[in-house]
Every structure is written in structure tokens, then in C-alpha cells.
């Protein structure tokens, strides 16, 4: 079975697309991101929500601006608590999601 992971940061520019091409093509994860502002490249949604098996988000107020849309997924949310202040890709942003992401994959 497919596991479908979900990133959400703020404007879906840096973090949310760094840790989605991490995942990306691994063995049985579909890996999608998203972001919470208007203008975000993605924006989340329902839709999105309802399609993750799993939600990472990158810090607390996302996790609130996700639950606002659908209270429910509580369950599915984990907070890595990564601020803004990486750009897309960053070495130090990479070496912090594979850390943090080990807990819940292999082989990353």
C-alpha cells in the first residue's frame, strides 16, 4: 500500500519542496507539498488534507492554519518545527528534514 505524505510550510518555495523532493520516488510514498499563504505556489487544501496519510508541517501555525480547514486531522500532523530561515535545498535544511524524518523512514 501507498503511503501519501503531505509537506506544508508557508509559501511552498523552500522548505515544503525541499523535504517533498527528499521523499520523492521512494518505494511505495507518494509525496506531495503545499503551502498555507495566498500566493503559495500550491496552496492547501481539503482536498490535499484529505489525500495525506500523513501531514508534516514546518512549524506550529501551521499546523493551526491545517486544522482550521479541517479540525479532524489532528491525528495525521506532525510538527517539525523548522523556522524560515533556510532557502530551497539548503545543505543545513536537508541534514535537519533527514534528521527529523529518520523517525519515521527508512532509508533517507
Known amino acids: 500500500m501507498v503511503k501519501k505524505v503531505l ?4 509559501g511552498n518555495v523552500d522548505r515544503s519542496p525541499t523535504a517533498e523532493s527528499l ?3 521512494k518505494e511505495g510514498l507518494e509525496v506531495k ?7 503559495a505556489k500550491t ?4 482536498n490535499l488534507i484529505n489525500w495525506a496519510d500523513m501531514i508534516f ?3 506550529e501555525h501551521h499546523k493551526e492554519a ?7 486531522v489532528r491525528k495525521k500532523i506532525i ?7 533556510y532557502l530551497r535545498n539548503d545543505p543545513k535544511l536537508t541534514k535537519i528534514l533527514k534528521e527529523k524524518l529518520s523517525k519515521y523512514f527508512d532509508d533517507i
Request: net charge negative; proline share 3%.
Open 57 to 59: 508541517v514546518m512549524e
Open 79 to 85: 510538527v517539525l518545527d523548522i523556522e524560515d530561515t
Open 7 to 10: 509537506f506544508v510550510c508557508s
Open 23 to 25: 521523499l520523492k520516488g
Open 43 to 46: 496552496i492547501v487544501s481539503k
Open 66 to 72: 491545517v486544522e482550521k480547514i479541517d479540525p479532524n
Open 33 to 39: 507539498s503545499a503551502g498555507t499563504l495566498i500566493g
